[in-house]
């Protein structure tokens, strides 16, 4: 059944493709009008042969060779595409030939096979086409590559010195890291060099697997070296001979309570001495105003204020009993270093910060290496005066740079031999008022925290006849969530 259907549907191909194959037209009286012969006339499609002239001697030239295997690609392709159209016009061919053996057209059916024993050679001679540009292609591929062609590109360094067991300084842990950072943007380079040379076509084949290994080689050693700059960034820096001096204190148990510091009497450093000054202040403002030169409560513009970037709800509130006074801690990262935010939240005196560290538990303490004010008592424009003598561009000018004290040298603000207080780093002349918020900047590397440290911070009591502190004594310790403060005990009896 389905050759039947096949072959009518051949002969009705025959019959649109070539007019002068269909039956006579017939006259009224009904007898075909005798008309002599003409050729088919054939619609054969394209069966031309691409010519590609013939394979380089060498690779020398890898241009030419690219260009060459792009010709011979093509070539075969077409070949084999032609080939394949001329098979189905062939098919046609043979429906049509039938179809002119059974109506008894002798001619047209010789013609038709004329024209099958031509496309057959045609399509033999594409198959044909076809296959030896594919074996050229493979010859091309095979060919000797010149030494130029393998060796035309830089095989960066990627040797680094090995990581030391304590990095004494910021400025060594940082050309270590641009070390391992430089070899593993070398390594990144070599990988792409050998990963073109894996993938190129006219290398040997020992050319390609040895391409091959290296950029598996390099690709290791760039994940290694990207690992142990990291590493790097997290090795705290600091060497024990620095801070250290043997024998060390025992380790306690539980750090010591700090003592009340006494900064001196009330009129010199407390409430008084801001009183007077406040009288003094108005009283200077009313004679000069009256000359006509203006006025003010101790200054023309005041002290720097910082932009301190921290939520109320990033604080951790502590508070003493005993005084009444509340203070609140926050902490925040900033690449080596730590800044922490310490604010008087309530005080019956408008106290301020006289003094604030970090203490190890062998008794070493660190002391900020700067200080900013994040906020002021509502009234300091009346009742504090100011003094820009003892910072210059928000760096206090006698005090440490920062850094672990040995024990017995550090000495904390308002004792002897020290300076008065934060309040006078900051530019206040007495501790009543002034800064409510600072933040004070700690250089600890990542990884200085990982062991919670002692950090003490002095507010002072303005009011009393002899002005003094309450020291405040928590645990600052960094976790991968952030800095947590807690409250701590000293030891028993101290």
């Known amino acids: 059944m389905r050759h039947s259907v096949t072959a009518v549907v051949a002969a009705s191909v025959a019959l649109v493709a070539f007019p002068a194959l269909a039956q006579p037209a017939a006259k009224p009286d009904g007898k075909a009008e005798a008309k002599p012969e003409a050729p088919p006339a054939f619609k054969r499609p394209d069966l031309s042969l691409i010519k590609v002239p013939p394979n380089p001697d060498n690779g020398c030239d890898e241009r030419l060779v690219e260009k060459q295997d792009f010709r011979l690609r093509y070539a075969r392709e077409d070949a084999l595409k032609k080939a394949r159209a001329g ?4 098919k046609a061919l043979q429906a049509q030939r039938r179809e002119a053996e059974r109506s008894g057209r002798k001619a047209d059916a010789n013609a038709i096979n004329d024209e099958i024993d031509a496309v057959g050679r045609r399509i033999t001679e594409l198959e044909t086409q076809a296959r030896v540009y594919g074996e050229d292609l493979e010859k091309l591929r095979r060919l000797q590559t ?20 304590k990095i004494c300084s910021l400025p060594q842990k940082k050309e270590l890291i641009e070390q391992y950072e430089q070899a593993a943007r070398n390594a990144s380079s070599n990988i792409v060099e050998e ?70 009497p009330n009129s010199r450093v407390g409430s008084g001495a801001a009183m007077r000054q406040k ?32 939520k109320d709800g990033e604080f951790t509130a502590f508070q003493d009993p005993a005084t009444g006074v509340s203070l609140k801690l926050g ?42 004010t994040c906020d002021l008592w509502g ?28 024990t017995g040298e550090f000495r904390i603000p308002g004792e002897a031999g020290g300076s008065p207080g934060l309040w006078r780093d900051l530019g206040f002349s007495n501790a009543s008022g002034g800064a409510r918020q600072i933040a004070m ?3 600890i590397p990542k990884g200085g925290l990982d062991e919670p440290l002692v950090f003490v911070v002095h507010v002072t009591r303005p009011g009393q006849k002899e002005v003094t502190t309450v020291p405040f004594l928590v645990r600052l310790r960094e976790t991968p969530e952030g800095f947590a403060f807690v409250a701590v005990d000293a030891c028993p009896g101290a």
């Open 379 to 406: 009234d300091w424009k009346l009742t504090v005066s100011w003094t820009r003598t003892t910072y210059v561009n928000n760096q206090v000018v006698d005090r440490q740079s920062g850094g672990w004290s040995r």
């Open 441 to 443: 900047v700690y250089p």
């Open 195 to 264: 990963h073109r040379r894996s993938n190129s076509n006219i290398l040997s084949k020992s050319e390609h697997e040895e391409a091959a290994r290296e950029e598996a080689r390099y690709t290791e050693l760039f994940r290694e070296l990207k690992a142990k700059a990291e590493e790097l960034r997290n090795k705290p820096v600091g060497c024990k001979e620095d801070w250290i001096v043997p024998p060390l204190p025992p380790k306690k148990p539980c750090p010591e309570k700090p003592k009340p510091i006494s900064l001196g």
């Open 279 to 310: 009288v003094g202040g108005m009283l200077l403002g009313t004679l000069a105003g009256a000359a006509g030169l203006g006025g003010g409560g101790g200054g023309s513009d005041g002290p720097t204020v910082a932009q301190c970037k921290i």
């Open 146 to 165: 010149c030494k130029p062609a393998t060796t035309d590109y830089e095989i960066l360094p990627t040797d680094v010195p090995p990581i030391p067991d």
């Open 331 to 372: 902490a925040k990262r900033s690449g080596d270093k730590v800044v922490v935010f310490s604010r008087v939240d309530r005080s019956p005196d408008k106290g301020t910060f006289q003094a604030a560290y970090l203490e190890r538990d062998n008794g070493e303490r660190m002391a900020p290496s700067d200080v900013h």
């Open 87 to 90: 098979d189905d016009y062939l």
